[in-house]
């Protein structure tokens, strides 16, 4: 089923065109951005054409996060494997605003339409607004759990958020927690 539009108050959430790739390389090239991010900064057009092909190209609900008539200002996806892992990214002039928040909502309405069962998202504990965004949109927290996180080889501590969009409220998206030795339940 593939997602033309999706309209809110303030935003437009649509794919990505060729034309987007200089609003995208702005996003992709920013330090700040990517701190928590699971990827370098970019360092030229060419790595944010690749980034684009290997993870935007072919997954339906990459989606570009537009203010109505502008460019990108950011992304959210979810992505295509069995964790429906939610991600997200938006330019710092545009944090603090329930961007992402309002995108995400509007999101989940049209997963819940699409039959997509739940999502899930993870965090660095040290991100927390991050957190405050999963919450805000529905998400409970699950579980933490250690991962040597690559490529940038640093230790760090995930939180897993879960929202189930199919009524089965008791499901825990439990790969995570298997996978690392290091993990457990924080309080929330």
């Given amino acids: 089923m593939a997602i033309l539009n999706i309209e809110t108050d303030r935003l437009i959430l649509r794919k990505f065109e060729n034309n987007d790739m200089e609003a995208l390389h702005q996003l992709l090239k920013d330090k700040e951005v ?15 054409k690749h980034f684009y092909e290997t993870q935007f190209a072919n997954n339906e609900y990459s989606l570009a996060i537009c203010l109505k008539d502008n460019d990108p200002i950011g992304y959210i996806k979810i992505g ?15 944090w603090h ?10 999101l989940i ?33 699950c579980y933490s759990y250690e991962e040597q996180w690559q490529p940038k080889n640093i230790l760090v501590t ?9 009524g089965q409220e008791d499901r ?17």
Avoid at 35 to 40: A, S
Avoid at 178 to 184: A, G, M, P, R, S
Wanted: hydrophobic share 35%.
């Fill in 109 to 141: 309405r049209q997963l819940k339409q699409d039959g997509i069962p739940y999502i899930t998202a993870t965090h660095d504990r040290n991100n927390p607004r991050s957190g405050g965004v999963m919450r805000q949109i529905g998400m409970k927290y």
């Fill in 158 to 166: 995930f939180r897993m958020y879960q929202l189930n969009l199919d």
């Fill in 172 to 188: 825990v998206f439990s790969k995570y927690w298997k996978l690392y030795d290091t993990h457990f339940i924080e309080n929330d």
């Fill in 80 to 94: 295509a494997d069995e964790s429906h892992d939610l991600g997200y990214a938006l330019r710092k002039e545009f």
């Fill in 34 to 48: 990517n701190t928590f991010l699971p990827w370098f900064p970019v360092k030229d057009m060419a790595e944010t």
């Fill in 97 to 106: 605003k329930g961007i992402v928040t309002e995108a995400g909502k509007s």
